[in-house]
C-alpha cells in the first residue's frame, strides 16, 4: 500500500514563505506524476502544482512565479516552496501521486497538512 507523509505546513506571514514536503513509501513504479492540492474552508480542492518522474513541471496560474515544485526520486519525495504567501493561499495542501502501470492509473492522497498566512 502506497503511503505518502506530509510535512511542513504551519503559519507565515504576508510575503513570506513555507516548504512542505511529501514522502512517497511503497510504491513500486517508476513512472508516476506528483503534486500538490489546496482546499480552503468552503471550498473545492484545486489543483496547485504537478511533477512527472521526469521532471515537467505544472503551475496554477494563482501560483505561478510564487511556488516552486521539485522533486528527489531517490527519496521518494516532492517539495513545494512557497514564497512570497498571500492570505489567499491559506488552505489544507494536499500531496498526491499518481501511478503510471500502462493503460492503469492509481492514484493516492495525503493526509493534508495546514497552512495559515496571517499577519
Known amino acids: 500500500q502506497v503511503q505518502l507523509v506530509e510535512s511542513g505546513g504551519g503559519l507565515a506571514q504576508p510575503g513570506g514563505s513555507l516548504r512542505l514536503s511529501c514522502a512517497a513509501s511503497?510504491?513500486?513504479?517508476?513512472?508516476?506524476?506528483m503534486g500538490w492540492y489546496r482546499q480552503a474552508p468552503g471550498k473545492q480542492r484545486d489543483k496547485v502544482a504537478s511533477i512527472t518522474s521526469d521532471g515537467h513541471t505544472l503551475y496554477d496560474d494563482s501560483t505561478q512565479g510564487r511556488f516552486t515544485i521539485s522533486r528527489d526520486n531517490t527519496k521518494s519525495t516532492v517539495y513545494l516552496q512557497m514564497n512570497s504567501l498571500k492570505p489567499e493561499d491559506t488552505a489544507v495542501y494536499y500531496c498526491?501521486?499518481?501511478?503510471?502501470?500502462?493503460?492503469?492509473?492509481?492514484?493516492?492522497w495525503g493526509q493534508g497538512t495546514q497552512v495559515t498566512v496571517s499577519s
Open positions: 498526491y501521486r499518481v501511478d503510471v502501470d500502462g493503460t492503469s492509473h492509481y492514484t493516492y
Open positions: 511503497g510504491s513500486r513504479f517508476v513512472l508516476n506524476t
